[in-house]
């Protein structure tokens, strides 16, 4: 999807999650359900690590088994959340080309180097591929143990010490990836000013009705096989650069920045 960015990159009109939208509200509708869903996702998966720490997870949840399985989970989250941003998801392309041009509209970036900054919080700025999706949200397995494990009654708590099955879970849930501060401080700084300055609307409820602590009272597991059919499909999208392509595709950003509206 690398190509020189200016404002007829994009048709006018395009059409996500079967619905037609213009080209400048796609970013700003993405940033608005995306923050939705990253307010809802972290307290939904503490609820079900809690679940399968009370449980000893009988119901054979595989949620936390490895990332693959946790990335599985998140996208049938953001499914159920935002079918808008899960599509979108999907249209790497289409993603970074809208960023791209509401960051020029409303002029927040005057850089290559803050403009890899923003796409950084979506992209590898190196191999220009989108993020996995625990790395969107800044979602690590440890954490979500950590807060889980404190949730549970003191009993309960003492008697997987007692029993050594606390260093057990913590070696199961361990991460092989870790968000710094610097990247969670990165994505509130910059999401929090991204919004359209023409766009004033509120976070909208959620779209199926339910919230977060609704939700927490039944215990069904995550579905694993449409999760798995759009991992399949996202991993097709997900083609790598070689730096030559990716340093001649800086050079394109840095030139579309500086040109003028």
Known sequence: ??????????????????????????????LEEFRYIDAEL?????????QNLRSGNRRGDTTFVSLDSFDDAIREEMHNLSPFV????????????????????????????????????????????????????????????????????VWKRLWIRVTGKYEAYKST???RTATTA????????TTSGDTDRRDGRRPEPNRRGRTADQRRGGSRPAPRSTAVSRRSTGDQQKKGYNPKQVESAWEQFGSSIRKKD
């Open 182 to 189: 610097s990247q969670q401080e990165l994505r509130s700084r």
């Open 86 to 153: 899960a599509d979108l998801a999907q249209k790497p392309a289409i993603l970074a080309e809208a960023l791209i041009l509401h960051l020029k509209q409303n002029k927040l970036v005057g850089s290559v180097e803050e403009l890899k900054e923003r796409l950084s919080l979506y992209f590898d700025p190196v191999s220009m591929k989108p993020l996995r999706p625990h790395q969107w949200f800044a979602l690590r397995i440890s954490e979500l143990f950590e807060r889980a494990f404190l949730r549970l009654p």
């Open 42 to 50: 972290r307290p939904l998966l503490v609820h079900r690590m809690e």
């Open 173 to 175: 849930y361990i991460d």
């Open 1 to 30: 999807f690398i190509k020189d960015r200016d404002a007829k990159t994009l048709p006018h009109i395009l059409v996500l999650n079967k619905k037609y939208i213009h080209r400048d509200h796609i970013y700003p509708r993405f």
